[in-house]
C-alpha cells in the first residue's frame, strides 16, 4: 500500500491541482500542501512548478511519479493476488486498442477467456496509437494494443508482429481476383479512408505522395465498421490489416488482396505494458490468450493464403 505523502502526491498529480486533489481525498488542502513539501525536503528538490493554470510536474517530479505509479499498481496486483486465493470478488482488467483490434480480435479473445476465467470483467477503450502509448506509461490502462510505424516509448512491449496493409472489397469487384495490387491499380477506383490522425491513413497518404496519385475518395469515416459495411455493399475498396476484417473473410462477405507497395508493409502491431511492472496474474495470462489467437489466426489457411512477409519480432 503506499505512503500517505504518495498517495497525495499521486492525487495531485492526476488532478493538476492541490485544491482538487484534496476535494477527491476528502482532506484540506494544506494537509496535501505539507505531504508534498515533505517530500520535496526529502529529495530535496521541487516536484512541481506552480503556475496559473495549475501543479505542473518537475523533472524530478516525473521521475517520482513514475514510480509511485508502479507501486500503486503492484500495491493492487498483490492485492487482487491475495484476494483471487478465495475467489472472492471480481478481476478488472483495463484495456485500450486501435480500432482494428477493438472490434473483431479482442471481444473474441476476452470472450474466450472468460469461459475459462468468468470472475475476470474487462474495460476496453478504443482510441488512436499515441493516447494508447499515453495511457499505458501512465498506467491507467494494464495493456495496450496498435499499429506503429516504430515501436511505442515507455512502455514494454510484450509481443510485435508485422502486419500489412491489404486492399479490401468485395468478393465481386472487379479486382477482386488479383494476387497482389499496386497503390496505381487502385486509383482509378473509389476509396473509403480513415481519418486523418490513424496509423493507417497516414501510410496510404504517404504511398500516394511517393506514388504522385491522387485516390478517389468516396467515404472518409473515423469507423471502421462503416467502412466495411460501405465496401461490402457498394463495390468500395478500403485498406486495412487483415486481422482487422477477420471475420469478413472467414464468411467471404470481403477479399484482402496484399498491395506491393513498400510503404504498406512497414506498420507494426505492439502489445504494450507499463515499463518495470509486474502483471497480475489474470492480465498476463490474458496476454497470453491474445497473443496465442493472433499467431493461431495466421497458422489457418485464410489467413496464412493472405499473408504478405509477417514475422514475429518483438525486437520491431
Known amino acids: 500500500m503506499l505512503n500517505t505523502a504518495l498517495k497525495y502526491f499521486l492525487a495531485v498529480v492526476n488532478a ?3 485544491t482538487v486533489a484534496a476535494q477527491k481525498l476528502h482532506v484540506a488542502p494544506s494537509a496535501v500542501s505539507r505531504m508534498i513539501k515533505k517530500l520535496e525536503d526529502k529529495h530535496q528538490t521541487s516536484l512541481f512548478d506552480r503556475h496559473a493554470r495549475g501543479m505542473v510536474l518537475t523533472e524530478a517530479g516525473e521521475l517520482l511519479a513514475a514510480y509511485a505509479r508502479r507501486a500503486y499498481l503492484e500495491s493492487e496486483r498483490a492485492h487482487a493476488e491475495i ?4 475467489y472472492i470478488g471480481q478481476k478488472l482488467i483495463k ?12 471481444p473474441r479473445a476476452i470472450g ?3 469461459k475459462i476465467e468468468p470472475q475476470v470483467s474487462f474495460e476496453l477503450n ?3 496509437s499515441s493516447e494508447i502509448n499515453r495511457r499505458v506509461r501512465k498506467g ?8 506503429n510505424l516504430s515501436p511505442p516509448e515507455g512502455v514494454h512491449i510484450q509481443y510485435a508482429r508485422r502486419m500489412p496493409v491489404f486492399a479490401v472489397m468485395s468478393p465481386d469487384h472487379a479486382l477482386a481476383t488479383r494476387p497482389t495490387l499496386s497503390m496505381r491499380d487502385i486509383a482509378d477506383w473509389p476509396v473509403a479512408l480513415m481519418g486523418p490522425g490513424s496509423t493507417i491513413r497516414f501510410i496510404v497518404d504517404l504511398c500516394c505522395m511517393h506514388e504522385k496519385i491522387k485516390l478517389n475518395i468516396a467515404l472518409t469515416s473515423n469507423n471502421q465498421g462503416a467502412i466495411q459495411n460501405f465496401c461490402r455493399d457498394w463495390g468500395i475498396i478500403s485498406f486495412s490489416g487483415d486481422l482487422t476484417v ?9 477479399v484482402a488482396i496484399p498491395m506491393t507497395n513498400d510503404e504498406l508493409r512497414q506498420r507494426t502491431l505492439h502489445i504494450q505494458t507499463l515499463s518495470g ?3 497480475p496474474l489474470s492480465a498476463e495470462r490474458f496476454v497470453q490468450r491474445v497473443i496465442h489467437h493472433i499467431d493461431t489466426s495466421y497458422e489457418g489457411k485464410r489467413l496464412q493464403q493472405l499473408a504478405w512477409p509477417l514475422a514475429n519480432d518483438p525486437s520491431s
Open 16 to 18: 493538476g491541482s492541490l
Open 277 to 279: 511492472r509486474e502483471l
Open 126 to 128: 478504443v482510441l488512436q
Open 112 to 114: 474466450e477467456f472468460r
Open 83 to 86: 484476494r483471487d486465493l478465495s
Open 246 to 254: 477477420l471475420e469478413s473473410l472467414e464468411s467471404d462477405k470481403l
Open 95 to 106: 484495456l485500450s486498442a486501435n480500432q482494428a483490434f477493438g472490434r473483431e480480435l479482442l
Open 140 to 147: 491507467e490502462d494494464d495493456i495496450g494494443l496498435s499499429y
